[in-house]
């Protein structure tokens, strides 16, 4: 049988990959909490953090909010609504390696493309 920690670890993750949301910590502890309340909010976020470290979940470090996570690992990219924050997965684009890294050791590379969600456009009458 699997240890508790294992079996924490497991609710987590499957909690993230089943919300689909690109949520932050806090808006998995709420879903997690809800069927699992011994589980402590210490706990997810930790988790999420650990994962996110280990390269099992993304970690999306986005100006102007909480780190948001995505169970999805396929190389994709993402899009930000600039009026409700939400954000959804795109297709992956092929990016080059710049000429000149500014003294930088170049490790990874995001592209997030930022704009208005559909939602928001309908409500705002936006085109």
Do not use: W
């Not at 210490?42 to 999306?60: C, D, H, N, P, Q």
């Not at 996570?69 to 080059?96: F, I, N, T």
């Not at 390696?97 to 003294?103: A, I, K």
């Amino acid at each position: 049988m699997a240890d508790r920690n294992t079996v924490q670890k497991e609710i987590i993750h499957h909690t993230l990959c089943e919300m689909g949301t690109h949520p932050t910590a806090a808006m998995v502890y709420d879903r997690v909490h809800r069927s699992h309340p011994a589980i402590s909010r210490s706990t997810v976020y930790r988790v999420l953090s650990r994962m996110a470290e280990e390269g099992k979940i993304l970690r999306l470090d986005l100006a102007g909010g909480d780190s948001r996570y995505d169970g999805e690992m396929q190389p994709h990219s993402h899009a930000r609504c600039r009026l409700c924050g939400a954000v959804a997965d795109l297709p992956a684009v092929e990016v080059g390696r710049p000429c000149e890294s500014g003294g930088f050791l170049l490790e990874d590379c995001a592209v997030v493309y930022r704009g208005v969600c559909p939602d928001c456009r309908r409500s705002r009458e936006i085109c």
